[in-house]
């Protein structure tokens, strides 16, 4: 889940409301461009080691729980499309350092944010924004629910947030870098690991379960039994996982999300309902 600030853009320049004091505006703004300025000196006098950044990004990428939230894939055309999550180009941009990266709160108003995600790489001074407005609602299974609590309304922003964000550092690192992360991850997730996979296949179903997908479920997905499952379908739940989770796709993009019990249990009420209208 992204973090972010209220009423400042990168820069500082907020944006003016008649229920803001110009007066602190203009101080508050002076103040963050004086900042940058900062950061734009201290990047150019300590540049990055791009091979030590590499090795850096290698080295996290060979840590299991990154690994296993660094990938995500949502289905298109008959086909999986696969990419690097949030979780992994934020963690590339930590370890390349010089690079600031975020997203902030422009305005509020009744029903909306008006928001904007960025990456600014200090040294070279390029950056890429995205401004968007996120309405303060949420999909239900039973319709639109409308926010009215000032927390659900942060973690649905933050929430919208992170897709835009994580646009805007890939924009910004080297292709080349986040395909050697991506590699590297799915290295450490098909290579031995100090927990056994049987563990790992347990703590995969309980996740799955916390989004409502039942062990049932996955198993008619793969077409036997889950105590078969090999790494390379472990490791492609989990880039669907963390689909699922980042909102890049929906449950029923991958599932048949009723179980075969539950269709049984429907059918013998349809055959019951008959049968009592005879």
């Not at 941009?93 to 008006?114: H, P, Y």
């Not at 924004?129 to 409308?146: A, I, R």
């Amino acid at each position: 889940m992204a973090e972010y600030e209220i009423m400042q853009n990168p820069f500082g320049t907020a944006k003016k409301s008649e229920n803001i004091n110009q007066g602190v505006v203009e101080i508050e703004s002076n103040k963050a461009v004086a900042e940058a300025q900062g950061k734009l000196v201290i990047a150019k006098r300590f540049p990055r080691d791009e091979f030590a950044a590499f090795e850096k990004l290698m080295k996290a990428c060979s840590r299991q729980s990154l690994a296993e939230k660094a990938i995500y894939s949502y289905p298109r055309s008959g086909n999986n499309i696969t990419g690097p999550s949030i979780r992994l180009a934020e963690e590339a941009a930590r370890c390349w350092g010089n690079v600031d990266f975020g997203v902030k709160e422009l305005s509020q108003k009744e029903g909306e944010s008006e928001m904007m995600a960025y990456c600014w790489d200090m040294e070279t001074n390029v950056m890429s924004s995205q401004q968007f407005v996120v309405h303060h609602v949420m999909d239900t299974k039973k319709g639109v629910k409308k926010l009215t609590e000032q927390r659900d309304i942060y973690e649905n922003s933050a929430n919208m947030a992170g897709r835009r964000l994580r646009a805007r550092i890939l924009a910004i690192l080297p292709p080349d870098l986040i395909e050697a992360a991506l590699a590297k991850c799915r290295e450490t997730l098909a290579g031995s690991s100090d927990i056994p996979l049987e563990d790992r296949i347990r703590k995969m179903i309980a996740a799955f379960e916390k989004i409502s997908v039942r062990r049932e479920t996955l198993e008619k997905r793969m077409g036997h039994d889950i105590s078969k499952m090999t790494i390379e379908e472990l490791v492609e739940h989990l880039t669907i996982y963390n689909s699922i989770k980042d909102g890049s796709s929906k449950i029923s993009d991958w599932f048949d999300h009723m179980s075969d019990d539950k269709k049984t249990r429907s059918i013998n009420d349809k055959l019951e309902d008959d049968k009592n209208a005879n």
